[in-house]
């Protein structure tokens, strides 16, 4: 019973994406996941999907796709996903020129809209006018991602999936060859095995001798209850940081680093942003370390202060709402969008992982991804 033809490593939405579209083409699918309370980047995600970010040919089709699949996600799996269309205002720090930043966004396919801050408080009444010199309005979509997660994994169930809450510790292979995987309960058979497991990717891989180009941040933000004041956009900063540190880590110095994992915080930003979801709760602010250890101790006192600070001066009412700092490993790749393929050094092993925009590209992807195996495998991507 412990053979399969595909196993899945990672059930946030992208391994619960896989895993669903695999088990529709009638294959024999088993999730695994090391957390059952899955505290992952999934979890932990403002929702947002910015089908609006294509640069090209290709990635303009995926986001195209993306907002036709999630239009119609719910009643295919069955659940709520709570999907909507809401306004992306993206702040403009005031000691910067605005229309510097928009020049930044021309080369998306949907264009910004800027505002001045009096056009942007009409939109946002909590939005303080005093700290932006501007806002960029962008058309985006919103999920309540564990909500998704969740029915992506009820629908594959209901379509003869397997789910086990083990974690991998080890892939098995044999003379170049992928076998199946251990974990720490037991074995597991099959010729196809495709990582998805987020910021643990890299480590998962490495076992094997594979470095590739995916790492990750340790990500933290401050999840609250239900409350009854009301934010009507999903809110962010213009000018991206975290993006830049990304970027910065593909730099060979940099990239040493990750090979002696340590607690040393290597790059450190905070971007503060907001999002409500529609049972009341927010989500506020993100910080984002470059840490190459995966388990490193992260002053969560600090992260709060810090976080409650920066969202103060954008968005003052939100600032002392009750709340607790989560934290979770978000998994970046720093020249590239995402690794979706086959991994020709070992036949059968396959990475889903590295996206920048999970949420957008994750659905599409797993799609096409499941097409690959069953209609024409050779035009399935090759990452090595």
Not at 158 to 180: D, F, P
Not at 275 to 303: E, P, R
Request: glycine share 6%; hydrophobic share 35%; with cysteine.
């Amino acid at each position: 019973m412990n053979n399969f033809d595909w196993i899945v490593v990672g059930a946030g939405i992208t391994g619960s994406s896989l895993s669903y579209e695999l088990a529709k083409q009638g294959l024999k699918v088993l999730l695994l996941e090391k957390d059952p309370n899955y505290d992952n980047a999934t979890r932990y995600s403002y929702g947002g999907v910015a089908y609006w970010s294509g640069t090209d040919n290709y990635s303009i089709q995926l986001c195209q796709e993306s907002r036709d699949i999630y239009h119609n996600l719910s009643e295919e799996l069955g659940e709520n996903t709570d999907f909507r269309e809401l306004d992306l205002m993206l702040t403009i720090p005031v000691n910067n020129e605005p229309r510097a930043i928009v020049e930044n966004y021309q080369k998306f396919f949907i264009k910004p809209q800027l505002l001045d801050p009096k056009e942007a408080n009409e939109i946002e009444p909590l939005l303080n006018t005093d700290y932006i010199s501007g806002c960029l309005k962008l058309p985006h979509g919103h999920i309540h991602p564990q909500k998704t997660n969740n029915a992506y994994q009820q629908a594959f169930l209901r379509l003869g999936g397997t789910i086990n809450y083990q974690e991998v510790t080890q892939l098995l292979s044999q003379n170049q060859k992928i076998a199946g995987v251990k974990t720490n309960k037991e074995e597991y058979y099959s010729k196809n095995v495709v990582i998805c497991a987020g910021g643990l990717s890299r480590f998962l891989l490495q076992n094997m001798g594979i470095n590739i180009n995916i790492y990750f941040t340790h990500s933290q933000l401050i999840l609250t209850s239900n409350v009854d004041i009301k934010l009507k956009a999903l809110v962010m900063p213009a000018i991206l940081n975290r993006l830049d540190i990304e970027e910065k880590s593909g730099d060979s110095e940099i990239k040493s680093l990750w090979n002696n994992p340590n607690d040393e915080i290597i790059s450190d930003v905070m971007e503060p942003g907001a999002i409500q979801f529609l049972d009341g709760s927010f989500c506020l602010g993100q910080i984002s370390q470059i840490i190459t250890n995966t388990t490193a101790k992260l002053n969560k006192s600090l992260a709060e202060k810090t976080i409650r600070e920066g969202v103060s001066k954008i968005l003052p009412d939100l600032q002392n709402l009750p709340g607790k700092v989560h934290n979770c490993l978000v998994s970046f790749c720093p020249d590239s969008n995402f690794l979706v393929g086959k991994i020709d050094n070992f036949e059968g092993l396959h990475l889903f992982s590295g996206f920048t925009s999970t949420l957008m590209f994750a659905p599409p992807l797993a799609r096409r991804f499941a097409s690959w195996v069953t209609e024409d495998y050779t035009k399935m991507p090759s990452l090595l």
